[in-house]
């Protein structure tokens, strides 16, 4: 059984850069927001159910994010209805990939890992944060959200501050050589531990 790190932050913090850190010290990496496009893509284990609930999301055979996107804006409880079909689906994705890893560390990118409860099935928790502009920055750079949806999304995640009071690690992602320092530091203290244990 591999040693479990679940790596997470709120949105735009780093955490699919700070994933591909922990791949180049040899660890196999699962990602929750990667399990849920292959959900929503045609053939993917969402797509009968969010077409039932949200007939107008499904266009040719996949989940369209825009189209989920405008009407989460206009409805304040369909969010909560997709998490519904969504989450167990990606908690099954995530079990199987475990199941199947061979790396000695396994580090399971998931946004939502304290809301979610999901931090309980890990060995570590990283939390990585930067100061509150650079997130706005960076998720309104890739141009993929209005204010609007980085508002509603951050409302619906748990403080930064929060975060990093429960988190084992905290990588600072102020840069990528200094993630990528980090990084190292905690995949060394870890196998340490496995060494002794
Ligand atoms: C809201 C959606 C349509 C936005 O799609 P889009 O392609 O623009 O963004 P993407 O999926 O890359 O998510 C970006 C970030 O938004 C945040 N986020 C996404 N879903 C949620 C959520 N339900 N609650 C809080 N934050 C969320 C995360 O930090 C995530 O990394 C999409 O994220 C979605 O369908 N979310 C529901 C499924 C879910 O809960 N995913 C979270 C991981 S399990
Ligand atoms: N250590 C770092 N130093 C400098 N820039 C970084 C660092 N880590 C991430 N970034 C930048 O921040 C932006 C968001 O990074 P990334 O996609 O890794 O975040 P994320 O937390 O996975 O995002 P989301 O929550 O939206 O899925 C990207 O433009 C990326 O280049």
Known sequence: MSFLI??????????STTARLFAAEGCDIWDADAAVHRLYDVGGLAVESIATAFPDAVHEGAVSRDALKTIISNDPTALHRIEEIVHPLVTADRRAFVAKATSDIVVLDIPLLFEGGGAHDMDATVVVTAPPAVQRERVLARGAM???????ILSKQMPD??????????????TVEHASEQVAAIVAEVRKGLENA
């Open 6 to 15: 679940g790596l997470t932050g709120s949105i735009g913090m780093g955490k």
């Open 146 to 152: 209005t204010e609007a949806q980085f508002e509603m």
């Open 161 to 174: 501050a929060e975060k990093r009071k429960r988190a084992t690690y905290i990588v600072l992602t102020d």
